[in-house]
């Protein structure tokens, strides 16, 4: 068995359009140095948007710098008033959503600079925050249909033409240490000025824009609690003064980082824990698992100081909103032992109430109500991490966030002492009325989002059409075949049409059982776990039953009879304690008997006898169980390019070449059926519009009177 996918995860962005690769270091203590990207031969060919647009995405692409979806670039920029003609300011500034390293020019708002400002006049008070919000839109240049953020005022105020707010995990650690000004005094003397914590909105943009003008030595400000601001009249200057300001910081705290990487980690431990907490947080929607097991989760979880900072909360706003304020932590020794399970649903539970008390302690009457209470993230000593969450996307970007939250922690150590953002700063943000209207405004979850589809046979064309329509739903697939080079012009294929880090392939021989078990798996540890078997491997073959020898016998049952059969007891095995969807992709010849293919046609009877059978067996379990009969799917079928086309052509004495056109003219409906058709079906039987549906037997065929199941 051997398993294929593409660069590592945290290589890939959502949007992923010639982004270069993140950056980040997993070589235990140490924080890498951010690299100066920047090229003037590049810079110099752009207009001034369109190098704020470069600059933001040299920023964004390195994950030393900024976090995914954190921080926000600006440019003052000047411009022609659309209505009067006359040269106006123009704020350039990330908007709402997206991430810097893969946005693009629409990823920023436009408003009149003049507009934003003079929005002071009409400033009453912090307790009038959102409703500045409400008015940013009227301030919008250029009808930009793009929203603008909440750190819009921040950038408006700095008397600088181009500003970076960014969330490098260096100086997020600065900015969560108890003393955090002196070690930003320490760290950069004059240089940077240093602001106390306060929630993002216009009155910390009119106190931080007061500041710089007071202090116009000053090359940067760090946020308590929250992150960092330079800037610069170029957009070079601003690029190159984040990239020191940041390298001083992981300089700072690279000195202080003298321990040898601790911890060797515990993958099958990880797993059982994958196993166990993975139903019980997918009681409201399924969720899927993001494993970290890089040498600096390592040795973070292998020390128990550093594992109590973690139980004291995340260390600023970007952190909880994607991982929650704080982990789960649990003990290997539970996990390894007899009542693994019992351990951790009582864990979980006893995180729900802390979590529930939390929200009863801090909500206010017109607070949003309660939002699932499962943890985000675990974290295991001496054993590794997860992250949890209801797409794979979210899951990737827990994890990264999990990795950011672990070096602040580190970094926030060697500085001095951690220090947690205050609870309730944490759930004013988390359930501030602009975050719960920026979740409303998501679209509805795909219907295959949370789900995981393990698929054998995935090289032959139906294989491949039911995983493309799976992922076109955001599910996730596990691809295998025993053709490891068509299997992976699959995967590639499916890779470049889809999210790349949706797809994973393993070769394996259904017909071997420690192969399935591997590929079984490997899927839980790419996923989570599986939630539907598409049992697709096929053979065939044509001989009079004289002609018939063991072998054929033996090979034809070995792929259609206990290819199905290990599969589907893996399946049963991942499965029970969630339920799942299995489908097999059966044949009309396991209804309706053909001459020469005994072989054949008993070995498909005998998969949809076992379909039946495991529909009575996995009921109780949740697990649906049903077959999908195709019949002549000739379309880049792999089986019918060989000798079982030259063989069905001769027992019908036609020419190869006129098979297809009479087997669409045998069917009811005279009309050929194609890999995608049988997929629909599949997926239809894998999904929730079939979930009262198991036992059942859906013919795709084109009407084949002798295969009528009644």
């Not at 949007?15 to 810079?43: C, F, H, M, T, Y």
């Not at 063989?647 to 087997?663: G, I, K, M, S, T």
Request: proline share 5%.
């Amino acid at each position: 068995m051997s398993l294929s996918q593409d660069a590592p995860i945290a290589d890939q962005r959502e949007a992923d359009a010639g982004v270069a690769p993140a950056q980040r270091s997993e070589s235990g203590i140490k924080l890498p140095r951010p690299r100066n990207l920047w090229d003037d031969d590049i810079a110099r060919n752009l207009g001034e948007a369109d190098c704020l647009l470069y600059r933001s995405n040299l920023l964004g692409s390195d994950l030393s710098v900024t976090n995914f979806g954190g921080g926000n670039t600006s440019a003052k920029l000047e411009d022609l008033d659309p209505l009067t003609g006359a040269p106006v300011a123009v704020l350039w500034v990330k908007g709402s959503g997206g991430d810097l390293g893969s946005m693009q020019r629409d990823g920023f708002a436009t408003l009149y600079l003049d507009r934003v400002r003079a929005l002071e006049t009409l400033y009453q008070g912090r307790d009038a925050e959102d409703d500045m919000v409400g008015l940013l839109p009227h301030c919008t240049f250029g009808l930009n249909p793009r929203p603008a953020s909440i750190d819009t005022p921040l950038h408006a105020f700095i008397p600088y033409r181009h500003v970076d707010h960014l969330h490098p995990d260096a100086v997020v650690a600065i900015a969560a240490t108890h003393q955090s000004r002196e070690v930003t005094q320490q760290v950069y003397g004059d240089e940077v000025g240093w602001i106390g914590w306060q929630r993002p909105g216009f009155d910390l943009g009119l106190r931080i824009g007061e500041l710089v003008r007071a202090h116009p030595h000053w090359r940067g400000l760090v946020l308590e609690g929250h992150g960092l601001f330079c800037w610069g009249e170029t957009s070079r200057a601003c690029y190159d003064t984040s990239i020191v300001l940041i390298s001083r910081a992981v300089d700072a705290i690279n000195t202080g980082l003298t321990e040898p990487a601790k911890g060797r980690g515990n993958p099958a431990l990880l797993t059982r824990a994958t196993t166990l907490l993975r139903p019980l947080l997918s009681i409201v929607r399924h969720k899927l698992c993001e494993r970290l097991t890089g040498a600096d989760v390592i040795d973070f979880v292998a020390r128990p100081d550093y594992l109590a900072d973690a139980a004291l909360g995340a260390p600023c706003p970007d952190h909880f909103l994607r991982t929650k304020p704080w982990p789960l932590i649990l003990d290997p020794e539970p996990l390894a032992g007899a009542e693994a399970e019992t351990y951790v649903r009582e864990a979980v539970e006893a995180y729900r109430r802390r979590y529930s008390a939390y929200y009863e302690r801090c909500r206010a009457a017109d607070s949003p109500a309660l939002r699932d209470p499962d943890p985000v993230v675990v974290l295991i000593r001496d054993t590794g991490a997860l992250a949890f969450a209801p797409d794979r996307t979210a899951a990737r970007i827990a994890g990264e966030y999990v990795r950011n939250t672990l070096t602040v922690i580190r970094g926030a150590r060697a500085l001095g002492q951690y220090q947690a953002l205050d609870e309730r700063e944490a759930f004013a943000i988390e359930y501030w009325a602009l975050e719960e209207a920026k979740l409303r405004r998501q679209p509805p979850a795909k219907a295959f989002a949370g789900k995981v589809a393990y698929i054998t046979g995935a090289a032959g064309a139906i294989g491949r059409a039911v995983a493309a329509q799976i992922l076109a739903q955001d599910g996730c697939v596990m691809l295998t075949d025993i053709a490891e080079g068509r299997l992976e012009e699959v995967r590639r294929n499916l890779s470049e049409r889809f999210k790349p880090d949706l797809v994973r392939a393993c070769v394996a021989d259904v017909g071997d059982e420690a192969a399935i078990a591997a590929s079984f798996a490997a899927c839980t540890e790419a996923f989570g776990g599986v939630d539907i078997l598409v049992a697709n491997a096929g053979t065939a073959c044509a001989a009079p039953i004289t002609e018939t020898s063991l072998e054929l016998w033996q090979d034809s049952f070995r792929v259609l009879s206990e290819g199905y059969f290990l599969p589907s007891r893996e399946a049963f095995r991942a499965m029970k304690a969630l339920g799942g969807a299995i489908v097999f992709v059966v044949s009309k010849n396991a209804l309706a008997a053909s001459a020469e293919t005994a072989a054949y046609s008993s070995a498909k009877a005998a998969e949809l006898h076992l379909a039946r059978c495991l529909a009575v067996e996995g009921a109780p379990f949740g697990i649906r169980v049903n077959v999908v009969n195709p019949d002549a799917v000739l379309q880049g079928s792999t089986i019918w390019s060989g000798e079982w086309r030259a063989q069905r052509a001769a027992a019908y004495n036609l020419p190869v070449d006129e098979l297809e056109e009479f087997y669409r003219k045998r069917s009811l409906l005279k009309r050929s059926v194609l890999p995608e058709d049988v997929a629909e079906a599949v997926v239809f039987l894998a999904g929730e519009r079939a979930s009262k549906s198991t036992g059942n037997i859906l013919n795709v065929d084109a009407g084949h009177a002798p295969s009528f199941t009644r």
